[in-house]
């Protein structure tokens, strides 16, 4: 039951009607006793700026970040973690007593799921579709993992950038 004492969390993205995130999520909270709510939000790139600075608000325990926003809010939050600033993506967004701290578990995510699976990333030759927000994170966790790694993409700038280095104070 929702009451004042329930946590939100949301995912914001454009588009985000067709996800099963909150289903899934709120599933897991009733499972585990955690007195949290899920909730998708359809945000324009106008809205954007203001959803995430109003998820500093008590109450709101953090973001999850889908197309079209993962590079996008690098510049919205105060802090992001070691991985997010290698990917030069966001996926996760924790608020930590109103300050807000961005994280990536897009890559880390993949390597476990192919490693629950029996594949050894080690000096493996990988394929890698797409260059967006979560090709990125996944690209450094093969990297890290051994892989040798190739990507495509729709567009050839895109598929041979590297992510910039984000500065930011920690």
């Known amino acids: 039951m929702i009451s004042e004492k329930t946590k939100l969390v949301a995912l914001i993205g454009d588009p985000v009607e067709h996800s099963l995130s909150p289903a899934i999520h709120d599933a897991a909270f009733r499972k585990v006793g955690l007195n949290y709510t899920y909730i998708a939000f359809r945000v324009t790139w106008d809205t954007l700026p203001g959803i995430v600075k109003r998820s500093r608000m008590p109450g709101i325990a953090g973001l999850n970040i889908t197309i079209p926003y993962k590079v996008a809010v690098l510049d919205m939050v105060d802090r992001l973690d070691e991985f997010a600033k290698r ?34 990333l080690k000096e493996r030759k990988v394929l890698l579709l797409g260059a967006g927000g979560a090709a990125r994170a996944i690209a450094f966790s093969l990297a890290d993992a051994g892989a040798e790694l190739a990507v495509s993409n729709r567009t050839l700038k895109k598929a041979k950038a590297k992510p910039a280095a984000v500065e930011r104070d920690t």
């Open 87 to 120: 990917a030069g993506a966001v996926n996760t967004i924790k608020n930590d007593e109103g300050k807000l701290i961005g994280f990536n578990t897009d890559g880390i995510g993949a390597i476990e799921a192919l490693r629950d699976e029996g594949i050894e």
